[in-house]
């Protein structure tokens, strides 16, 4: 019998990689239902992230972007779909295959003092994956710890202080170094500056590009406020009820977004600049349910640019004339069609 080789990736491939992937939750059904009924939080979604990329994820609240994340992590299985991580196909692996992957993917929680368990100490809390993992021990681990901590911004004189005994700006430093502690290629960042003072958003967004650069980090940051995914960010990649409709380069995204979609929540981010004149879409109307989501385009029944193809054929995700650019939506299918 042959043994089995490690993977290994193709030179240049993106560090992850995501296929069609599907999350769909089922809903409890009535006396006389028959028909079982489901949300479509993540719809056959498709992207990559090369090394070192940071790609902006953003959308409404409930458009699917914190359950993108966690599928990622395997956090949550997926429906359908893949997931490839450094070239490994992971949607359908064990929690012991998974295992050896843990450390080189983690996650930064939206709210800092949610994710940290108020019974440890911030010594424990960060030495808490070297510990699992069996990294450190002793006086080595302390050292360790000591080491994560400054990398953030803290040091030795909070190791023996609890979650609730130091700010929310320091709360979110111990998250982050605890997920620096296993050396990891992506992280995963959750809406980590939402919960904390504009002031300190500022200085842990700043932190976050420092160590990317330093460190050579992955990031998937996922947020609502489109500032300051603007700032972090590479790419852009728009997400509504449940699928993307936009992936561009974060200044081209800003400048000249393609998506109807995409202008409207650029529509609703404040311009210092009284000059400056953006295309005005106005939304009609509210969100679909995502547990019965429109047919054809998704966006169609808020558009205020929606013609007769987008109710009755979904626009795939394809490539716009603009490099490294990706639409979906039906207009610009239109106007490549008309001379």
Request: hydrophobic letters at 40%; one cysteine or more; proline letters at 9%.
């Amino acid at each position: 019998m042959t043994p089995n080789m490690p993977h290994q990736p193709e030179p240049g491939a993106p560090l992850l990689e995501v296929r069609n992937l599907q999350k769909h939750f089922p809903l409890p059904g009535g006396w006389f239902s028959r028909q079982r009924r489901v949300v479509h939080a993540v719809d056959e979604v498709s992207f990559a992230v090369q090394r070192g990329e940071a790609l902006g994820l953003v959308g409404e609240s409930g458009c699917g972007k914190t359950t993108l994340g966690r599928l990622v992590l395997r956090l949550l299985d997926p429906t359908a779909g893949e997931i490839l991580f450094d070239g490994q196909p992971i949607a359908r692996l064990s929690k012991a295959a998974l295992r050896p992957l843990r450390p080189r993917m983690q996650v930064v929680f939206q709210n800092p003092l949610q994710s940290l368990s108020p019974r440890l100490r911030i010594y424990d809390i960060v030495a808490e994956p070297l510990r699992t993992h069996g990294r450190a021990t002793g006086d080595d681990l302390r050292g360790r710890v000591v080491a994560l901590l400054e990398q953030v911004g803290l040091g030795a004189q909070h190791l023996d202080r609890f979650p609730h005994e130091i700010s929310g700006g320091q709360c979110q430093r111990v998250a982050i170094a605890r997920a620096l502690a296993l050396d990891p290629q992506l992280l995963v960042l959750d809406e980590p500056t939402s919960a904390l003072d504009v002031s300190v958003q500022a200085q842990i967004l700043n932190l976050l590009a420092d160590l990317r650069r330093r460190l050579g980090l992955t990031y998937l940051f996922i947020s609502h406020d489109l500032s300051v995914v603007e700032y972090i960010s590479d790419r852009i990649a728009v997400m509504y009820l449940g699928q993307i409709v936009e992936i561009g380069p974060s200044a081209g995204i800003f400048a000249t977004p393609k998506h109807p979609y995409t202008k409207a929540l650029l529509n609703a981010v404040p311009e210092p600049d009284v000059s400056a004149r953006r295309e005005l879409v106005v939304l009609e109307g509210n969100v679909p349910s995502p547990a019965n989501p429109p047919p054809g385009c998704r966006f169609h029944t808020r558009c205020p640019l929606a013609f007769e193809r987008c109710a009755q054929q979904e626009p795939l995700l394809q490539a716009h004339p603009e490099p490294n650019w990706l639409v979906a939506c039906h207009l610009y299918e239109e106007r490549n069609e008309t001379p």
